[in-house]
């Protein structure tokens, strides 16, 4: 599972080794306990990864071998390729831009997805 945090100022991506319905259910009910808001709706999310990381042909090689409906790629402009991922947006209201966005793929896709991130020099963190 990949789960990227929309902050106010960052993107932050997380490769989790859970099943992304269990983390989900887990996190509404820690909001729940706490008394929390919280909104869970199917969604899209997209990024940007420089096209001169060394990964980049692997990835496109990858995605069009796995036909992964929930994970799309192309060419954003020369010099970046835009990541497109079909997955749950969890955050305390519907309409905000900060909150939580989750995925599952094949393994090798996040894998090579959580490598891009780290390549172009952004913090993973792997659990």
Not at 2 to 25: C, D, F, R, V
Not at 27 to 34: G, I, N, S
Not at 43 to 50: E, N
Request: proline share 4%; hydrophobic share 45%; glycine share 6%.
């Amino acid at each position: 599972m990949l789960k990227l945090t929309y902050t106010e100022n960052s993107l932050h991506l997380e490769q989790l080794g859970e099943p992304m319905e269990e983390w989900i259910a887990a996190r509404v009910v820690f909001a729940l306990r706490l008394g929390q808001g919280i909104q869970v709706s199917p969604s899209h999310a997209a990024f940007l990864v420089p096209m001169d990381l060394s990964l980049v042909k692997h990835l496109q090689a990858q995605v069009t071998r796995q036909q992964d409906p929930d994970i799309g790629v192309c060419v954003g402009d020369r010099d970046y390729l835009e990541i497109s991922l079909r997955g749950t947006w969890i955050s305390d209201h519907l309409t905000t831009d900060q909150g939580i966005f989750v995925t599952s793929l094949y393994p090798m896709l996040e894998f090579i997805l959580a490598k891009l991130w780290q390549e172009q020099g952004t913090e993973v963190v792997r659990s």
